[in-house]
Each structure stands twice: as C-alpha cells, then as structure tokens.
C-alpha cells in the first residue's frame, strides 16, 4: 500500500531516491541477545482482539450479554445436576 502511494507522488519519489542513507556494517551484524529480544517482544504494541466487537453496537451488546447468560446457564446446570 505504502509503494502504490510513493509511485503516484513523483517529487515525493524523487525525494526519497536522492536520499542517501549510510548503515554502519556494526549495526548490521549486531545480534541482539535473547533477554533484549524478550524485551523487545514485551514493549511491541499490540492489536485489541476485542476491537471488532466493541466497534458495533452488536458486538457491544453481545459483550454485555454473553456473560449473563452463560453464569445464568452455568448456574442452571448445577442446580440440575445435584
């Protein structure tokens, strides 16, 4: 998606092609260690799994209700089963 953007903008393309940009070698063989990577993975944003439901009013209502039916029907099943 980003390219497609970059293409359509010549002087933004331009731009970005006289751009020199110098990587010491060091930097490129730099191994991280296992505790930094773990680091690293902790510090790393993360997606809400929950985004999708919370955005609709559906999802919304069903976040609410999906708990108290499923304590009311827990609830049931125990009283049954004794």
């Known amino acids: ?9 010549q002087w933004l393309k331009n731009s970005l ?6 990587i ?3 930097l490129l063989t730099y191994k991280k260690s ?4 773990f680091l ?3 510090a790393s944003p993360t997606k809400d799994p ?4 919370c955005t609709s009013s559906i999802g919304y209502t069903s976040l609410k209700v999906v708990p108290i039916v499923a304590a ?3 609830t049931i099943l125990q009283i049954l089963l004794q």
């Open 40 to 42: 690293q993975y902790l």
């Open 50 to 53: 929950l985004e999708p439901i």
């Open 72 to 74: 009311v029907f827990i």
């Open 1 to 9: 998606m980003l390219k497609d953007e970059f293409q359509k903008e």
């Open 34 to 37: 296992r505790w930094q990577r």
């Open 17 to 22: 092609d006289d751009d020199k940009v110098e």
């Open 24 to 26: 010491p070698e060091q």
